[in-house]
């Protein structure tokens, strides 16, 4: 049985974990760490992932099923490396898997890939995405079934490199005292191929409407973003990377602006949080992921869940990960 907090599965690594319901059952598409040796730095390059494993649970609780692949990297003809967080839409009787790779210029880009099951396997598109950048895509599909991508992350992600509008390898963090550089997010077409226009970087702003400074690492955007509309407002999460919580936004519209309203999750064990929310029978659940049960080796982590609150002015209460074990 799956239990709350404890690793879904251990056969294989897995991470950044994007739940979503289909067909009453909870679809987990989650990263799949390999464990290597080689070296672990702040451009990521620990994170050599190859390929799509999709999970499944039939019930909170059950058993995690694992499908086996159902997208490898040698299949997809853009990509040179490092598959990493994907997340999965349905739309027009079709399952999406959106991904992040690298290409053959050592770019990361989103790609997309298909198939008429939520597990897979998935059929890539041969190209990625026109004008899409950066890494960590999160699809949300609005009531109107208009389709956002929200995606970006600094440092091995890239996203400070293209504050220029354009890729500069050597592109940094704006100062301190300027605002951070926002999460992308773009509007698929209805045939769910390309962009209808170029992503734009999100507005986060704090209680006195100005935006959220590069040097509130407490507050600002990394990486990981996920979107839930919940009782009609758009709450946008995401992780803040350096200082490690999982924090969220909310705003009247999904493309923003969003106020910040506080943490979800304190820091996990493992340099990286990363998450989604999903509500399944009525009540909301956290997916997310840390690296206690390999010890702390920041790529060799487990995706786990647990139950998620709000108070009754709807902000979320904070999830103290380890709190359980006291
Ligand atoms: O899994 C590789 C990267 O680590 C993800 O893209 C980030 O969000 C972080 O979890």
């Known amino acids: 049985m799956s239990k709350e907090r404890e690793p879904l599965v251990t056969h294989i690594f897995t991470a950044d974990p ?6 009453g059952k909870i679809y987990i598409y989650p990263s799949h760490d390999i464990a290597h040796d080689g070296e672990d730095n702040d451009n990521g390059d620990e994170y050599q992932m190859e390929d799509y494993h999709i999970l499944s649970l039939d019930d909170i609780g059950a ?9 490898h990297m040698d299949d997809v003809p853009w990509v040179s490396n490092q598959m990493w967080a994907p997340d999965a839409a349905y739309k027009n009787g079709k399952y999406y898997l959106f991904f992040p790779a690298r290409d053959k210029e050592g770019n990361f880009r ?28 999160a699809v949300f599909v609005d009531d109107d079934g208009k389709v956002y991508v929200y995606n970006g992350g600094l440092w091995g992600g890239q996203l400070e490199k293209y504050r220029t509008g354009k890729f500069d390898p050597n592109g940094t963090e704006p100062a301190a005292d300027e605002p951070a550089v926002g999460p992308l997010c773009a509007v698929m077409d209805d045939n769910m191929q390309e962009y209808v226009s170029a992503p734009v970087n999100l507005k986060i702003l704090d209680e006195s409407g100005e935006p959220i400074k590069a040097g509130d690492e407490d507050r600002r955007y990394f990486e990981g973003p996920w979107m839930n509309k919940i009782n009609g407002k758009y709450y946008l999460s995401y992780s803040t ?8 936004a909310v705003g009247d519209d999904p493309m923003g602006p969003f ?17 989604s929310i999903v509500e399944y029978n009525g009540k909301w659940y956290l ?9 702390g080796i920041n790529h060799r982590r487990c995706v786990k869940y647990t139950e998620l609150h709000f108070d009754d002015k709807g902000d979320i209460i904070t999830i103290h990960p380890y709190d359980h074990k006291k």
Do not use: Q
């Open 63 to 71: 058993d995690c099923v694992d499908h086996g692949v159902a997208l």
């Open 110 to 137: 989103l790609g997309i890939a298909e198939s008429d099951k939520p597990e897979g396997p998935f059929k890539p598109h041969p190209e990625f995405i026109k004008g899409s950048y950066s890494i960590d895509p």
């Open 259 to 275: 106020t910040y309203r506080g943490r979800i999750m304190e820091p996990v064990i493992g340099w990286t949080t990363h998450h």
């Open 18 to 23: 994007s739940a979503h319901v289909y067909n």
């Open 241 to 248: 990377g350096t200082t490690h919580y999982l924090v969220y």
């Open 287 to 295: 997916f997310y992921h840390d690296a206690e049960y390999s010890g």
